[in-house]
């Protein structure tokens, strides 16, 4: 089961690669679409990561409270480093204390 | 001259990978310990590391797998959640495009969330062909073998880690560390924005589907925002 998943996952990750062939050039409007790919994948993730859990919502608000942190950090240093180091540390603290 | 850029590159896609490496470290002690918790053989739960390398696709199949779930439950169910990959191979397409046809075909397998998240974020700025694939190949690489070895470390130490630490925080961190510098205009807020809305309110959908249908809404929101 796990190698036919894998060569299911290969096929998908190769697929769009596989089809676009050199000198193919990408029009302004695909462009501008495949620059959202990004932020509207890795924003559906965070937020099935850290808001849901399982079918419903998490209620750890510890969670919530450091991510927020995490986000303000990353916002503002843009550095993953310190993105992740503010994230965890928040929640240690948070938990020791409450 | 060639194999300096390939060196820099190289070097530069170790130093984006490295902080998030330690993140994908504790996913594959969770997916390793829940695989020693399961009915699935130490053995085949380890290889799946190498055959899928993807930690969400892993635990949901592994679930369904010590549930007694039929077989094409589980590869389909691995398959959906598995489906944002193309997406990212799209993103990253034109860029792989000016690649010789060895590197095309073989890095894709080295295709994560992680590893397209920074290479797209290189790429950027970065337009050389030699420079973005030894990037990808450094950066993605160093993702794949933290998960290698953390998955199997999780297999070996059971229940050795503490709950109390709650590691499992880190896999929401890393990608909010990977998305935050994605969020630089208003159409990208709006992708992002949407994307969270829509992957939240599918959550009684089946696994990974409301991540799909989130993120393939957060692109249509963000071209509407554009006009």
């Known amino acids: 089961m796990f190698t036919l998943a894998g060569v299911g996952t290969f096929l998908i990750r190769m697929s769009v690669i596989s089809l676009v062939g050199r000198g193919v050039t990408v029009s302004p409007p695909v462009e501008a679409t495949l620059r959202l790919i990004a932020p509207a994948v890795l924003a559906a993730i965070v937020a099935d990561t850290l808001v849901l859990d399982g079918d419903g919502l998490n209620t750890e608000w510890t969670w919530f409270v450091a991510g927020a942190v995490a986000a303000g950090v990353s916002w503002r240093w843009r550095s993953a480093g310190a993105t992740m180091v503010a994230g965890m540390a928040t929640l240690w603290l948070l938990l020791a204390v409450f | ?227």
Request: aromatic letters at 10%; a positive charge; proline letters at 5%.
């Open chain 2, 1 to 227: 001259m060639e194999e300096a850029t390939a060196r820099r590159a190289a070097r530069a896609g170790v130093r984006a990978a490295a902080p998030l490496v330690i993140a994908v470290f504790p996913f594959g002690l969770v997916y390793g310990v829940a695989v020693g918790a399961s009915s699935v053989d130490p053995w085949v739960g380890g290889a799946a590391s190498w055959l899928i390398l993807a930690g969400a696709a892993q635990l949901s199949m592994l679930d369904l797998i010590d549930g007694d779930a039929a077989w094409i439950v589980v590869v389909s169910t691995g398959l959906v959640i598995n489906a944002r990959f193309a997406l990212y191979s799209a993103a990253l397409a034109p860029a792989f495009a000016r690649f010789p046809r060895r590197w095309r075909f073989t890095l894709p397998y080295l295709l994560t969330d992680q590893a397209a998240a920074i290479s797209l974020q290189y790429y950027e700025h970065q337009r050389d062909p030699v420079a973005r694939r030894w990037f990808f190949l450094a950066g993605a690489s160093s993702f794949a073998a933290s998960w290698w070895v953390s998955s199997v470390i999780g297999v070996l130490a059971g229940g050795g880690i503490p709950e109390a630490l709650q590691i499992s925080f880190a896999v929401p961190v890393m990608f909010l560390a990977l998305l935050v510098p994605t969020l630089r205009d208003r159409t990208t807020l709006a992708a992002a924005t949407v994307g969270a809305g829509v992957a939240i309110l599918g959550a009684p959908l089946p696994n990974g589907i409301n991540i799909l249908i989130g993120a393939l809404a957060g692109i249509a929101a963000g071209r509407v925002s554009d006009r």
